[in-house]
């Protein structure tokens, strides 16, 4: 990606700290270790695997922000540890034939909107190690109400804009997700698991996705506000964990220090914020029920 976008995601503190607390938190299950990064960006992941011990690290970035990550991985005197492969991680060669751990921050938009997870679920059939690891090893997707009125009168403010009725935009934007922090205490109702995903297991078919949902009023909400009698947006966030699966699955799980990461309205705003919904109508808030379909996208 650009030099911008990927400074954006760097300075995503919940973001890049969450996968330096996985990698640094269990450095025992990184000494020595081979370790993929796919979908390198910058090398930062690697770079944590390296600290953490990692014997190998091979960066894999198929733009052209490979060069400026080897630059970095000069700079920051890991030169001989991570190396840095430039191309399509389904179309390179390693020069080993398995590897101990996978890292990628592989997540877009509503989790799986423009991810990397196609490649990653390559990368685990192709070169893991029977008892590697992933990080992260586990996602999951949610789906909640939320009062969200300033975004619902953005977009309603489009039948006056400069003297011109611009409704037909303001049509149009409703029928496409939004991506906006709608921040804490936001949300009314309970919320709907839509997506679940083991990443030792998941295929890349479960992204295609439909999921049926109930959703219940909250009884009480903080800071004082009252129970919505209505909904007119839908937000999805999600968490993404790490050594959070089975012991069956991860037998090193038993001795790492479990984490996660939740872009819940609730917690720090990070660059993925939540994806909003608008209804085309306002629903009660104590009948709200349907059924949600997503694809993976590109």
Same mark, same amino acid.
């Given at each position: 990606?650009?030099?911008?976008?990927?400074?954006?995601?760097?300075?995503?503190?919940?973001?890049?700290?969450?996968?330096?607390?996985?990698?640094?938190?269990?450095?025992?299950?990184?000494?020595?270790?081979?370790? !993929?990064?796919?979908?390198?960006?910058?090398?930062? /992941?690697?770079?944590? =695997?390296?600290? &953490?011990?990692? #014997? +190998? *690290?091979?960066?894999?970035?198929?733009?052209?922000?490979?060069?400026?990550?080897?630059?970095?991985?000069?700079?920051?005197?890991?030169?001989?540890?991570?190396?840095?492969?430039?191309?399509?991680?389904?179309?390179?060669?390693?020069?080993?034939?398995?590897?101990?751990?996978?890292?990628?921050?592989?997540?877009?938009?509503?989790?799986?909107?423009?991810?990397?997870?196609?490649?990653?679920?390559?990368?685990?059939?192709?070169?893991?190690?029977?008892?590697?690891?992933?990080?992260?090893?586990?996602?999951?997707?949610?789906?909640?109400?939320?009062?969200?009125?300033?975004?619902?009168?953005? !977009?309603?403010?489009?039948?006056?804009?400069?003297? /011109?009725?611009?409704? =037909?935009?303001? &049509?149009?934007? #409703? +029928? *496409?997700?939004?991506?906006?922090?709608?921040?804490?205490?936001?949300?009314?109702?309970?919320?709907?698991?839509?997506?679940?995903?083991?990443?030792?297991?998941?295929?890349?078919?479960?992204?295609?996705?439909?999921?049926?949902?109930?959703?219940?009023?909250?009884?009480?909400?903080?800071?004082?506000?009252?129970?919505?009698?209505?909904?007119?947006?839908?937000?999805?966030?999600?968490?993404?964990?790490?050594?959070?699966?089975?012991?069956?699955?991860?037998?090193?799980?038993?001795?790492?220090?479990?984490?996660?990461?939740?872009?819940?309205?609730?917690?720090?705003?990070?660059?993925?914020?939540?994806?909003?919904?608008?209804?085309?109508?306002?629903?009660?808030?104590?009948?709200?029920?349907?059924?949600?379909?997503?694809?993976?996208?590109?």
């Amino acid at each position: 990606g650009t030099a911008w976008v990927q400074a954006e995601m760097l300075q995503d503190g919940a973001r890049t700290g969450a996968f330096r607390d996985a990698i640094l938190g269990n450095r025992h299950l990184f000494e020595g270790k081979v370790v !993929l990064d796919v979908g390198a960006g910058t090398g930062v /992941l690697s770079l944590f =695997a390296a600290q &953490a011990g990692a #014997r +190998r *690290v091979f960066a894999v970035e198929r733009s052209d922000m490979a060069e400026v990550a080897r630059r970095i991985v000069a700079d920051s005197g890991y030169a001989g540890v991570v190396e840095v492969i430039r191309g399509l991680l389904e179309e390179v060669e390693l020069p080993v034939p398995s590897v101990d751990i996978i890292v990628s921050e592989w997540i877009g938009t509503f989790l799986i909107h423009e991810s990397m997870l196609d490649s990653v679920l390559y990368a685990r059939e192709r070169w893991l190690a029977p008892d590697g690891l992933l990080l992260p090893d586990r996602a999951t997707l949610y789906l909640g109400g939320v009062e969200a009125e300033q975004q619902v009168a953005d !977009l309603e403010s489009w039948g006056d804009f400069y003297g /011109l009725n611009f409704t =037909a935009l303001g &049509a149009a934007w #409703r +029928r *496409v997700a939004s991506q906006q922090c709608v921040g804490p205490g936001a949300l009314v109702t309970d919320h709907a698991v839509l997506l679940d995903m083991d990443l030792y297991r998941a295929s890349v078919p479960e992204q295609q996705f439909s999921a049926r949902f109930s959703l219940r009023p909250l009884a009480s909400r903080p800071f004082g506000r009252k129970p919505a009698s209505e909904v007119r947006v839908l937000a999805s966030w999600f968490t993404f964990g790490f050594f959070n699966v089975s012991a069956s699955r991860c037998s090193a799980c038993a001795s790492a220090k479990p984490s996660e990461l939740s872009t819940h309205p609730d917690e720090v705003c990070t660059h993925w914020q939540q994806t909003l919904l608008f209804l085309r109508q306002a629903a009660p808030a104590s009948s709200l029920a349907g059924a949600s379909g997503a694809g993976a996208g590109r």
